[in-house]
């Protein structure tokens, strides 16, 4: 039997025997399921408009229902409740630590004029010979080319464009009238949760438009381990590198129409992001990752023709990547450390999300780990977690009498509160006192304090009144201990490296901070609650999305993209996992600031300390 | 506030500072599964934990610690006016400083301790348990009566400090202070408690304030509960003697590490000890 389901604008059909989450994940909703469709999650609650759904007890035809475990019982009119709605991720702004890059693109348009003389030689040896003249060495021709080899020299005089990869394949002819004004390529980060494309300019660096969206794999699973474990039924594997590569091209169409060029036009992208999502995208199992220590399945991506994989620029064009350090270092971190600006050692790449990597970069090596924070800093497995996008507390301010003020991303109500709002959330409670060293709510000390109907305290940040959805807004002692383990994983990464390298915090030149978290973030207040060591607060720097910059990087400055290589050599992976001093370090730093306080300045101490004792 | 602990153990450092203790520990009730080989030397004591008490002169012993044992739920359930009347007896039938150890029960616990805490102002008693979930409870009331506490934490050189931070935070003067990191038996992870003693020592001799408190081990009850130490196999050797080198063997080791105060029971373990610390440190 089939039913008609309209939702957030747009209709269409459902079977009776089919939930609704995997009705909407076919047709493109970016429902987010952190659990991966257990029910366990709740993350993917829709509200009954109008019409029966069975929830897998019982007949409802009002209120909130899971999507995983629902199946329309009669047509459907249905909601997303305002906490769910779509991330719009170009909310994310960036701060640009800008890198100086010697232009050498990977892609060229090479003018040739084959002087109009007949020869005995083949025109193919011709050319090769131009290009010799040249000081190029084509090694290979492809054979759309030649294809159209002949057809092009007679119609354009023996004068035309020649697009060159590497300086040695010789992969298309494109007519020398129509002269191009840009020379668009492709960036793309492919994120756990979003992804990131940028179209620039071959020539100048210069970026032509962008583009962001819910990487479509999340209702396969939020984090990486569901879906890799999704991922162990080939027919899973197979759909989830469909649907990326699905969108992927839905948004290369759509921002090169919107410039009015051709996707034909462009004959590169790079693609950065984390060991999984490159081995979802180039459809290779990733299985290993999951099992033993850091084992990869592909170490280092190909480079393939764009035609072989389905991805929508001109067939002709090549699609790569960079190589992976191991199964958590992957190549956006190593894209990361192509962006960064010239560097002064030793330097710090934090690059803040679920994976947390780490990077210290000293006597010319990388010493490198994956912290695994967990999905806190990005909103999840926080009661009222959200993606930094409209509704999200990104700031706030206790303040006297029990008055709290905050800032709400592209709305006036909150609907939840981002990894941003929780560092501040945490450093405000821990300053009036409201919690203690250990991040434990302290009885009595505020009116916001409460115990909820979980049997634990929590601290409402804001009442249902003035909320966007239908209750109060609170965080609750889980969140905090949840953020705890989280900030504690990143700063014993950050230690341990610095242990290994025989390194003091205050040698440390610089600090650069990577990933979506970075752009709101209050240096100030992060070290207060030793989520960074306490340095200088100018050596902080910003690098915005550093994965896609690094990319981008990669494709002007062929000197750089064979850089890479040589990084990856030079990078010494860590597994934390798995060092014996590791765990002493974590446990340490589950303390506010750290359990060793000269780890953190006196002043900082004493600021801390008048909170308690006031209340 | 002055590091009192920068030494370390059986070392003289212009004049010692403070000596290793023996507690003899005492209960306010002999369980059914008390050892054998002890019931030999004290099972006329249940009940009378005064009487006891006295007996730690014979042995030389340092100090009394009392365990109520009787209190426990699962044993006699003694209320707070019975703990609070086993501690009269044995303040009234000793001169040596005494530990009062509670259940291990939070619940119970936070009832009698700060009870006893109460009551006996001024008398310097040394009361424990403060664990991370119930501390504030016990603090709330220690703080006041002029006695110490002993805070215990498993095995975790940080969770150690955290607590000591969070109880001085309280109110608890940090020369107030004892650690004790749950100890185990030879064989039961006693090399893994040793280190942990060992590395809060070391840190208290680099200055770290908040681990230079005295540090407790009860070697007692962890010997007891090893089958080794009380089993009566022939092959193991004869049971009295393998009883008392277990708890000697164990509390020594303890010492070594940097442990200041050990909690024994067996007279003839004492005994061994004693004449350790006393040659070891008579002639320094």
């Keep these: ?615 | 506030m002055e590091n009192n602990m920068n030494f370390f153990p059986f070392l003289n450092k212009g004049g010692v500072y403070s000596l290793p203790k023996i507690a003899f520990e005492i209960y306010d009730y002999i369980p059914e599964n008390y050892p054998g080989i002890l019931k030999e030397y004290f099972s006329n004591f249940s009940g009378k934990p005064g009487m006891w008490a006295g007996a730690a002169r014979e042995f030389k012993a340092d100090m009394v610690c009392l365990k109520l044992i009787g209190c426990h739920p699962d044993e006699r359930d003694f209320g707070t006016a019975q703990a609070v009347n086993s501690v009269k007896d044995v303040l009234e039938n000793t001169d040596l400083p005494v530990i009062v150890i509670g259940t291990g029960i939070s619940q119970k616990d936070n009832e009698i301790l700060p009870a006893i805490a109460n009551h006996f102002k001024g008398q310097n008693l040394i009361l424990g348990c403060a664990r991370q979930e119930n501390y504030k409870e016990i603090v709330k009331e220690a703080k006041h009566s002029g006695g110490s506490i002993i805070l215990e934490v498993p095995v975790d050189i940080n969770l150690a400090k955290q607590l000591s931070i969070l109880i001085s935070e309280e109110g608890m003067p940090l020369d107030k202070i004892v650690i004790y990191n749950t100890s185990a038996a030879l064989g039961y992870g006693f090399e893994y408690v040793y280190s942990i003693i060992e590395r809060i020592r070391l840190a208290a001799t680099s200055g770290d304030k908040f681990l230079s408190t005295p540090q407790l081990a009860i070697v007692s009850t962890e010997t007891w509960k090893a089958k080794e130490a009380t089993a009566d196999f022939a092959q193991w050797g004869e049971n009295k003697a393998r009883y008392a080198l277990w708890e000697a063997v164990g509390a020594c080791g303890y010492l070594a590490a940097g442990a200041d105060i050990v909690v024994m029971h067996h007279p003839e373990a004492i005994k061994a000890v004693r004449l350790l610390i006393d040659e070891l440190t008579e002639n320094n």
């Design chain 1, 1 to 615: 039997m089939n039913y008609s389901v309209k939702i957030e604008g747009k209709s269409f059909k459902i079977n009776h025997d089919t939930t609704l989450m995997e009705a909407l994940r076919e047709r493109g909703f970016p429902l987010v399921l952190n659990c991966g469709g257990l029910g366990v999650c709740r993350k993917c609650l829709l509200e009954i408009t109008s019409g029966k759904v069975c929830d897998g007890h019982s007949l409802k035809d009002n209120g909130k229902i899971l999507a995983c475990k629902s199946y329309a019982k009669s047509d459907l009119v249905l909601r997303i409740p305002p906490q769910m709605s779509h991330y719009d991720p170009s909310i994310v702004k960036e701060f640009l630590a800008q890198k100086k890059i010697k232009l050498d693109p990977l892609i060229k348009v090479i003018s040739l004029e084959l002087k109009g003389q007949e020869s005995s030689k083949a025109l193919r040896q011709r050319i090769i010979k131009e290009f010799d003249k040249k000081g190029i060495g084509i090694s290979e021709i492809s054979s759309e080319a030649l294809k159209n080899l002949e057809g092009f020299f007679k119609r354009s005089c023996f004068k035309v464009d020649a697009v060159v990869y590497k300086n040695k394949f010789l992969i298309d002819f494109i007519e020398n009238k129509s002269k191009r004004a840009v020379m668009p390529a492709l960036a793309v980060d492919i994120g756990t949760t979003t992804v990131v494309l940028n179209l620039f300019d071959l020539r100048s660096g210069r970026l032509l438009a962008d583009d962001a969206f819910i990487n479509p794999q999340v209702s396969y699973g939020a984090d990486i381990i569901t879906r890799i474990l999704s991922a162990r039924d080939l027919l899973v594997l197979k759909n989830l590198s469909f649907i990326l590569k699905k969108k992927i091209n839905e948004s290369i169409k759509k921002i090169t129409s919107c410039l009015k060029i051709s996707s034909d036009d462009i004959y590169i992208a790079g693609i950065a992001g984390n060991t999984t999502m490159l081995h979802f995208f180039f459809h290779v199992s990733p299985d290993y990752l999951r099992r033993g220590h850091s084992v990869t399945t592909v170490d280092f991506c190909p480079q393939s023709r764009a035609g072989d994989i389905d991805i929508l620029i001109n067939p002709e064009g090549r699609i790569l990547s960079l190589p992976s350090a191991s199964s958590y270092l992957g190549a956006d971190i190593l894209a990361g450390l192509l962006a960064l600006p010239d560097y002064e050692e030793p330097f710090i790449l934090a690059d803040i999300g679920t994976n947390a990597e780490v990077v210290l970069g000293w006597q010319g090596n990388f010493l490198a780990a994956s912290c695994s924070a967990g999905p806190a800093f990005e909103g999840a497995g926080i009661k009222f977690g959200m993606h930094a996008s409209k509704g999200a507390i990104y700031k706030l301010e206790i303040k006297e009498n029990d008055d709290l003020d905050y800032s709400v991303i592209g709305s006036l109500k909150p609907a939840g509160i981002c990894g941003t709002g929780l560092i501040e959330a945490v450093y405000e409670l821990f300053k009036k006192g409201i919690v203690n060293k250990r991040g434990k709510f302290i009885e009595g000390t505020s009116e916001r304090l409460r115990k909820n109907t979980e049997e634990e305290y929590e601290y409402v940040l804001v009442y249902r009144r003035d909320s966007l959805i239908d209750s109060d807004i609170s965080v609750t002692q889980s969140d905090i201990d949840n953020f705890i383990l989280a900030k504690g994983a990143l700063f014993s990464g950050i230690y341990f490296l610095c242990q290994k390298a025989d390194l003091k915090f205050n040698q440390i030149k610089k600090f650069y901070i990577a990933g979506g978290l970075g752009n709101c973030l209050d240096i100030e207040k992060s070290v207060k609650i030793g989520l960074f060591p306490d340095i200088e607060r100018n050596k902080f720097f910003y690098l915005g999305n550093a994965a896609l910059k690094g990319i981008e990087a990669a494709l002007l400055s062929g000197e750089l993209y064979d850089k890479s290589e040589f990084i990856k050599e030079s990078m010494v992976v860590f597994d934390l996992s798995a060092e014996d001093e590791y765990m002493r370090e974590f446990t340490a730093s589950l303390f506010l600031p750290h359990t060793d306080q000269s780890l953190f300045s006196n002043k900082n101490q004493n600021e801390v300390k008048a909170g308690i004792d006031g209340k």
